[in-house]
């Protein structure tokens, strides 16, 4: 497993005009101000978000010893929210977040990761977020038939004090397949499996993000394998 050594102040740093655009923005957020202030918006916010995931994919390729062919606009989500059926008509999102996988922005499972980056927080995901009907019996199957394995992974205590619990959605009732088994573990009641690790603004500010990242990645890989292993997706 590849170690990534803290950096402080690296080049790959965000830097505070990155997170004082969203300040400003939080107070202003409309098309006009957006546009009064895109060139600054490009500058400070939009190229150094490109290249900080530009960085990601190669130290995400180099770790998982794969090819990575998406660019950082396939990996990147829109600032503007989608209001269609919110009561929340503000056009912008106060932060900047993308997936770091194979795939980019296409994969909702446990072959990458997300991140997000605003004044507020900064924050690390992983795990399987949208599992379909066939995968979701899959895990819990996988939980089911291995339930200790499951247990010294969402357990141990590196991953307990860094990712605390994992979430997820749940249900009441699951199939008599599983209920008939006694002993299992709650998780296997969610409906979505994954983890999270919040962040003050300054982490990114004062270390290298992809160090930060990509360690944060690095302790997430047991629980991402076995979520790969039970849906025979590969991480």
């Known amino acids: ?34 546009d009064e202030n895109r060139a600054r918006y490009e500058r400070d916010v ?20 794969a090819e990575v062919t998406v660019r950082p606009g396939d990996c990147i989500f829109r600032i503007n929210r989608d209001i269609r059926f919110s009561k929340d ?3 912008y999102k106060l932060n900047r977040s993308a997936i770091i996988s194979p795939v980019g922005k296409k994969s909702l499972g446990p ?12 924050a690390f995901y992983a795990g399987f977020y949208m599992p ?26 590196a991953f307990k004090s860094t990712f605390g619990d994992v979430l997820g959605e749940k249900q009441k009732r699951i199939p008599a397949e599983l209920t008939a088994q006694k002993n299992l573990p709650a998780a296997v009641y969610n409906t979505q ?4 690790h ?38």
């Open 132 to 157: 379909n009907k066939e995968q979701l019996m899959q895990i819990r199957r996988h939980i089911a038939k291995n339930p200790n394995t499951w247990d010294e992974i969402t357990r141990e205590s």
């Open 1 to 34: 497993m590849a170690v990534y050594k803290t950096k402080t102040m690296s080049e790959r740093s965000l830097k505070p005009d990155f997170f004082e655009f969203f300040i400003e923005l939080s107070t202003h957020n409309q098309k006009g101000w957006f």
């Open 193 to 196: 499996f994954y983890i999270q």
């Open 46 to 65: 939009k190229k150094p978000f490109e290249d900080l995931v530009g960085e990601l994919l190669k130290a995400f390729a180099g770790q998982q010893k």
């Open 198 to 235: 919040l962040m003050e603004p300054e982490v990114f500010i004062e270390q290298d993000p992809v160090v930060v990242l990509m360690n944060l990645w690095n302790k997430a890989q047991k629980l991402t394998k076995f979520l790969s292993d039970a849906t025979h997706v590969q991480d």
């Open 89 to 91: 008509k503000t056009p």
């Open 111 to 122: 072959d990458g990761f997300y991140f997000e980056a605003g004044p507020e927080q900064c």
